[in-house]
Every structure is written in C-alpha cells, then in structure tokens.
C-alpha cells in the first residue's frame, strides 16, 4: 500500500482549520483508492506524526469520518475503512453540499454590529460551514447573523443550514 502522504499533508498558509483538512484530505485519498474497504488506517498516532499535526487534531478529523461513514472505529483493533453501503454509489454531483462545523451564539464584534445594522454587542449566532463538491471539502464558510432573526429553518436561504445541524447550538457570553 503505498500512500500519498505529500497529497495529504496539511496547507499551512489555509484558514481551514487543519482537523478540517485532514479529513477533507483523508476523505480524498479514502475515495481516491489510497486504502480499500477493509483496510486497516495507521493508528491516529501515527497518522498525526506522519503529517505533523497533533494527535488530537487527528482525533478531531477521524471523528468526522467516522460519522460521515467513511471508518469505522474497532475497539481494541484500530480503526478500518467501511465498505461502502448497498446503494450508496452516487455520481459526485450528488455529494456536494454543506455541513455545519460550529454554531454559538454571542456578542457582535464592532465590525459585525457596524455591518449588520445592530447596536454594539448586540447577539449574533456565528456559524462556519463546510461545502463539499463531488464530496471534497472545497470551502469553509463563515456567516454571522443577528440572532433577532427567526429560526433558522424558517429562512428559506438558509434551509441547508439547520438540516445539516447535528449539535445544539451552543452560547458563549451574555
């Protein structure tokens, strides 16, 4: 097995979040044929020594595999990569859209209260989005929105966002 370690190593000079590129490139190199179903991943240690992050940004990116369906966790034998679910075989158009990383509620900076037409701390709920194309990670999202606006499944230009929601939202501050 050889593995593209270089293809998989993290951008330094990206914004992404290096637990979010982990697992956008691990999900690549998954898809790619780097490893079959079945398969055995190094363990997290020493993934996260052979692309310089630390063990628990690799623990953070594994975890989001693991959800997605893409490993699977075997307690006491390592973690593998699941095979594919009867079905599961869609066109790469069909894996593209956006999942929700964070959401909290909180104060609006100067900047944002400035932007958004609110009064000075006013709260916001801040979120960042994954979007996915052809099930690639291609972008991280960052949107601010006054959080006087309705529920979020209410607006019809953010229906995607509470859809993907998988966490409560989470307040920080008063």
Same mark, same amino acid.
């Given at each position: ?35 079959? $179903?079945? =398969? ?6 020493? /993934? @996260?020594?052979?692309?310089? %992050?630390?063990? &628990?940004?690799?623990? #953070? ?46 104060? $609006?900076? =100067? ?6 037409? /609110? @009064?000075?701390?006013?709260? %916001?709920?801040? &979120?960042?989005?994954? #979007? ?43």
């Amino acid at each position: 097995m050889n593995i593209p370690w270089q293809d998989i190593m993290p951008d330094a000079d990206s914004a992404m979040p290096l637990y979010l590129q982990m697992a956008g490139k691990l999900t690549a190199a998954i898809r790619g044929g780097a490893w079959q $179903a079945g =398969d055995a991943l190094p363990s997290e240690r020493t /993934l @996260a020594s052979a692309l310089k %992050v630390s063990r &628990i940004t690799m623990r #953070r990116a594994m975890t989001l595999l693991v959800r997605d369906g893409l490993v699977r966790r075997v307690r006491g034998s390592g973690t593998f990569i699941a095979p594919p679910a009867a079905g599961t075989a869609t066109p790469p158009a069909a894996r593209s859209g956006v999942r929700c990383v964070s959401r909290t509620i909180r104060a $609006a900076s =100067d900047e944002e209260a400035r932007l958004l037409g /609110l @009064a000075p701390g006013e709260r %916001v709920a801040a &979120i960042q989005r994954l #979007r996915y194309v052809g099930g690639v990670a291609v972008a991280l999202e960052a949107l601010v929105l006054p959080a006087s606006l309705p529920p979020l499944d209410y607006l019809q230009d953010y229906y995607e966002l509470t859809a993907q929601w998988r966490e409560p939202l989470t307040s920080t501050g008063h």
